[in-house]
């Protein structure tokens, strides 16, 4: 009887995991109109020829600002090069308010993104980032 409530409470008190699968579709509804995934090789993983934002290939657990075909704002260029990384935590906090994350990341109020959509669900961004993350393995 104590292990069958000791798995329940374990059951019940586990947080959401990220879904690969959800993750793609998210992606695909929620991304793909200004992004592409494009492995190094030049192999398209998903999108169109949007040219909106940068190729999302490299992004998870990669640095803010590096895609050299792309020019980011002067301020993500500028948190990128004082160390943003795109862990997790920093990479659902800036897909859901760009503008907010970037303006807490560097103090400056006046910092601007160039990117303005905001995925809504949380846990559509945490599934984005580990689809990022399994494309690049």
């Given amino acids: 009887m104590k292990y069958t409530a ?17 993750g793609q579709k998210a992606f695909k509804k929620q991304c793909v109109a200004c992004h592409v995934v494009v492995d190094p090789d030049g192999n398209k993983i998903m999108g169109r020829s949007a040219k909106t934002g940068p190729n999302l290939y ?29 862990t997790q935590d920093n990479f659902v906090a800036w897909v859901m308010d760009p503008a907010g994350f970037l303006k807490s990341f560097t103090g400056n109020p006046n910092a601007r993104p160039k990117m303005a959509f905001k995925v809504r669900k949380e846990q559509d961004a945490i599934d984005m980032f580990d689809y990022l993350v399994s494309v690049q393995n």
Avoid: Q
């Avoid at 998870?60 to 990384?85: F, P």
């Fill in 6 to 22: 000791l798995c329940a409470a374990v059951f019940f008190a586990t947080p959401s995991f990220a879904d690969v699968e959800a």
């Fill in 58 to 86: 490299s992004t998870a657990n990669g640095t803010a600002g590096a895609v050299n075909e792309y020019r980011y704002s002067k301020a993500l260029k500028a948190a990128g090069d004082d160390g943003l990384t795109w």
